[in-house]
């Protein structure tokens, strides 16, 4: 243990220089843009159609992910559908077991964190979501809504915006 915490330092400083990417396009940035802003307004649409609130934070990571990184593996559709829908899972059993303390949400995020991964799909908005349920004391309906809902919507202006135009496939894969 000593051995470790002495080779924190080190380890910390990283591998050094800038990872490799892709040239910057700005054809790709502006589709970014109005990708993201489309799929955040088609969730405003939906929530004054219904009359109840869809949107949550999260989505905005999930927006970022989808239109800015659509061939990262986290915005695939198992990884956006799977992680925010286990994380809700995870806000929903954790408020019936233990209230909504710090500890509570805090052990949300962790178990989200781990089925994620166990599962395979890591989504890592799904952290806001099983610690915003948590926070918000919810109960077993905020799987279906705001989070299935909301995630539906944004994989479908995924779908259409991402291949809409020549320069982006989305998905890469579904399962």
Same mark, same amino acid.
């Given at each position: ?28 940035? =502006? ?11 088609? =969730? ?84 806001? =979501? ?46």
């Amino acid at each position: 243990m000593k051995r470790r915490i002495v080779q924190l330092p080190r380890k910390m400083r990283g591998r050094g220089g800038r990872p490799s990417s892709p040239p910057l396009s700005l054809k790709y940035a =502006i589709w970014g843009v109005l990708s993201s802003t489309v799929g955040i307004l088609a =969730i405003f649409a939906a929530t004054r159609m219904a009359g109840h609130p869809y949107l949550i934070g999260s989505f905005g990571a999930s927006a970022v992910l989808l239109f800015g990184a659509p061939d990262a593996t986290f915005a695939q559709p198992r990884n956006l559908i799977g992680g925010q829908l286990l994380s809700a899972a995870v806000a929903v059993v954790v408020v019936a077991c233990g209230g909504s303390g710090p500890v509570a949400i805090a052990l949300a995020v962790g178990l989200a964190n781990l089925l994620m991964y166990v599962t395979r799909t890591v989504h890592p908005p799904g952290g806001a =979501i099983a610690l915003l349920g948590v926070q918000g004391h919810v109960g077993a309906s905020y799987l279906i809504d705001p989070i299935l809902v909301g995630v539906l919507i944004l994989l479908t202006v995924a779908l259409f915006t991402n291949n809409i135009v020549h320069h982006r496939q989305y998905p890469k894969y579904w399962w």
